[in-house]
């Protein structure tokens, strides 16, 4: 591993330290990814943010909405690298990128599709495409074709492609983007599989027309893709601190669920261990899929250290509830070994009139998964009114322009 004593590293040590850090998680799967993010240099897609910054393993948030949320940003290099490693890019591949932000990510896919490829990078915003220029320019790599749209609309001129990779939470995958992917091709979106908030990789496989399919997941989140596919999810204050994030339509749980928090907490410890180092960020994921009433619950660290509500981080407060009352997920130490190499046990809490009833029945459903366990979701997508005849098995997840099923 690159060590470094200097007080003043040069972009070079950093861009290797990056880089080792990356590959010694285990991120890296092909050497052609790492060379790439041992080339390029990052720190020319972040004016006026410090070196070492430019180089951390850290989201580095670059525009803001009006309301001060962030709208772009440069994700984390850890993500960059594994979206990059299940986008697959081979020399001579014609790439289209939803999303430009800094131009650092184009920047890389034009290092692994090489001269005789070719990538188009899509941004909403004519400041963010000036500025992706700019650092491209910079870096040497003003061969990608960087153009100011609505991103749901892709490219024609540009296409087919080989490979298309958005970059921004999508609620949907945009007809435009069937269109212009090439026979065999494969594209990468961060899907927002619920309002919630839960986002996940996905890399669709064309296996034929009118069928994609996904056997890659990757726990995700990203600021949301703006423009004609923008969809906004819904969120419930449930007492000062603490909001849930929900996917229902409004209902009789708008009035309620503050009121849940009133009662009492109802604790089930399940007896399921879990150790820091299992594979298990898709249990969320797999409670949606049993048909359950999914939320995420947010909460400050105000909350926290009040003891009102204590939800597991892992899987962002991963809550089920019904119309008066919730049950959220939550992890206790069952060793003192240092964090990262904890094993915990898996427990339910519940607030509200239905709190015990709803704690045993999230309890069995948290049994059941502990059975199998299963690694990864397959997740077809068909077009938006393929008949339910036509449609793979499985849990389905109807979009504007798709419909998605997931199975275990």
Known sequence: M????????????????????????????????????????????????????????????TKYGADGSAISSASNPKLVAEMLEQLDIQPGHRVLEIGAGTGFNACLMAELAGPDGHVVTIDIDDDLVQAARRGLRAAGYEQVEVICGDGADGHPAGGPYDRIIVTAGAWDLAAAWW????????????????????????????????????????????????????????????AEDVVLHLNDHPSEADQNLPQALKHPAHQVWTGIQIRDDQPVGHLDLWL??????????????????????????????????????????????????????QTHQLGVIAHGPEGVKLAAQTAELLHQWDEERPPQPVITAHPAGTPDVQLSPGYRIDRPGARLTVVW
């Open 288 to 341: 949606v899929s049993t048909g359950s009433r999914f939320a995420r619950m947010a909460a400050g660290a105000d909350a926290r250290d009040r003891g009102l509500v204590t939800p597991a981080l892992r899987w962002a407060g991963a809550t089920l509830y019904d119309d008066t009352s919730l049950a959220y997920l939550a992890l206790r130490p069952l060793d003192n070994r240092p964090p990262g190499l």
């Open 2 to 61: 690159t060590t470094n004593t200097d007080t003043n590293p040069s972009p070079e040590q950093l861009r290797d330290e990056l880089a080792d850090h990356i590959r010694d998680r285990g991120i890296f799967t092909s050497a052609r990814v790492e060379r790439a993010f041992r080339t390029v240099p990052r720190h020319l897609f972040l004016p006026g943010v410090d070196l070492r910054d430019a180089y951390a393993p850290k989201v580095v948030k």
């Open 179 to 238: 269109q212009q992917l090439a026979e065999g091709g494969r594209m990468v979106v961060p899907v927002l599989l619920h309002d919630s908030g839960l986002t996940r990789s996905l890399a669709f496989d064309l296996a034929q027309p009118g069928r994609m399919v996904s056997t890659s997941a990757l726990v995700c989140g990203f600021v949301p893709m703006r423009g004609s596919t923008f969809h906004a999810g819904r969120t419930l204050q449930l």
